[in-house]
């Protein structure tokens, strides 16, 4: 069973950076898409980024395009989400998700992925 694990949460200012990364337990980033999700307290989990699984395909949530950036080595077998100009409504569990087959460039729907990472938890406060 593929396995996923999340690392890089932390604490962090506002305008602050953080990068996320995602470990996988085999070849995943050139096979599947990709995706990044968060829940904050209290509030339903929410779509943040995806990839496709060629990287040819990008896409990020309106509330953080332009500040996150998706990235994989895969030489490392790991996703990498850069988090900039971090405010304190990105605080959040953020997780990374694997695609199903059926879903080649990621979805912002969270039951087109099949397998989770277990949350890193990022907080944005002075």
């Known amino acids: 069973q593929q396995q996923l694990v999340e690392s890089g949460g932390g604490l962090v200012q506002p305008g602050g950076s953080l990068r996320l990364s995602c470990a996988a337990s085999g070849r995943t980033f050139s096979s599947f898409a990709m995706g990044w999700f968060r829940q904050a307290p209290g509030k339903e989990r929410e779509f943040v980024a995806a990839r496709g699984w060629n990287g040819f395909i990008t896409y990020y949530a309106d509330s953080v395009k332009g500040r996150f950036t998706v990235s994989v080595d895969n030489a490392r077998n790991t996703m990498y989400l850069q988090m900039n100009s971090l405010k304190p409504d990105d605080t959040a569990v953020y997780y990374c998700?694997?695609?199903?087959?059926?879903?080649?460039?990621?979805?912002?729907?969270?039951?087109?992925?099949?397998?989770w990472g277990q949350g890193t938890q990022v907080t944005v406060s002075s």
């Open positions: 998700a694997r695609a199903k087959l059926g879903s080649p460039n990621g979805s912002q729907r969270g039951d087109e992925y099949d397998i």
